[in-house]
C-alpha cells in the first residue's frame, strides 16, 4: 500500500494521540484538531504529519512516525503557480534526523520520507495541484534514540 494524503479520520483519533508527537518547538503534546491532515501508508504502520514552523526564517517540521519512531525532519516548501494556472509543489528536505536504534533502516526511511511527501499537498485543494516534487538536500544522521 502506498501513502495517503488524508484528513485524520475520527476513527484514528485515539492512535493518533498515542504517537505522542510533540509541537514544532518540542515543549508540549501536537493537538489533534478537526481538520488535521496527515500522509498515511497502514500498511508500513508509517505516518507523516506537519507539526508547525514556517514562521520567517523558520522550517516547517514534518515527523516521520514509524513503528513508534519519530523522525523530526526540518523541510522548506516552495513551488510556483495558482489557482488559476495550477499549482506545483516542491519540498525540501533539510534535514534528517534518524534514532540509533532504526539507522540500519535509514534507506528504507529515505524512500518512505520521498513517497510521504510526493502525496503532500499540504493546503493545495485538489483540484489546483499540478505536480509534487521532492527534493532531499541532505544526508540523514544519526541521533540518540530518545532525541525528541
Known sequence: ???????????????????????????????????????????????????????????YFYDLWWNGYVIRMETKRGGKGNYDTGVDIIWIIKRIPIPRDIWEYRNDIIIM???????????????????ISVRIDCEPEKVPDNYY
Do not use: H
Not at 485515539?14 to 514544532?24: R, V
Open 1 to 59: 500500500m502506498a501513502f495517503v494524503f488524508e484528513k485524520v479520520p475520527e476513527k484514528d483519533y485515539e492512535f493518533f494521540k498515542s504517537m505522542g508527537l510533540k509541537n514544532c518547538w518540542g515543549n508540549g503534546t501536537y493537538l489533534l484538531i478537526n481538520g488535521t491532515q496527515w500522509c498515511a501508508d497502514r500498511e508500513r504502520n508509517a505516518y507523516l504529519v506537519g507539526i508547525g514552523g514556517g514562521y520567517d526564517e523558520m522550517p
Open 113 to 131: 520520507i520521498n513517497e510521504a511527501f510526493s502525496v503532500n499537498q499540504d493546503r493545495c485543494p485538489t483540484e489546483y495541484l499540478k505536480s
